[in-house]
């Protein structure tokens, strides 16, 4: 997508549906033809001008995950990720569940944050049982979803959930 875009930048502004993008830094950086340093450094504001740019929903992996939209609405920012879930496949994993949610009717921004959101929580159930893999992280997905759906998250995010930038928060996504 990155060499996509740099070739021809108006690809996706030529887009006629509703984007989900899910780079990681190094990818966004490209996108953004900057350093992955500079992403790095300003996550915030590179998730921003990227959703801003690209007129898409854009949902940044990394050590905190995070969800822009266009215009300047609040960043979301994702509380369930683990360390455990920056390996190969993982991102693949989160794709997947963003574009089952896009397929089910949800806008990108929720499709973004519900994947996030139970991507991570299947990362920390699936490292209680040792080292992650892609494959064991979908493994945990059902387990992760039945916890969303019952309300038996662990500690802290019951009451956590997904939190704005603004410093407001919300339930699970």
Known sequence: LGEL???DPGTLAARRQPTLLTPHAGELAR???VDRAQVEST???SVRTAADRFGATVLLKGYTTLVASPGRVPVWVNPTGTPELATAGSGDVLSGLAGALLAAGLVPAEAAMVAAFVHGLAGRLAAQDGPV???RLVDWVGPAWRRVLD???PTGFAKMGAMRTD???HGPA
């Open 167 to 169: 410093g407001l928060s």
């Open 5 to 7: 875009v740099r070739d």
């Open 133 to 135: 893999s892609a494959g």
């Open 31 to 33: 996108l953004l033809d």
């Open 151 to 153: 309300g038996s998250l």
């Open 43 to 45: 996550r915030l504001a």
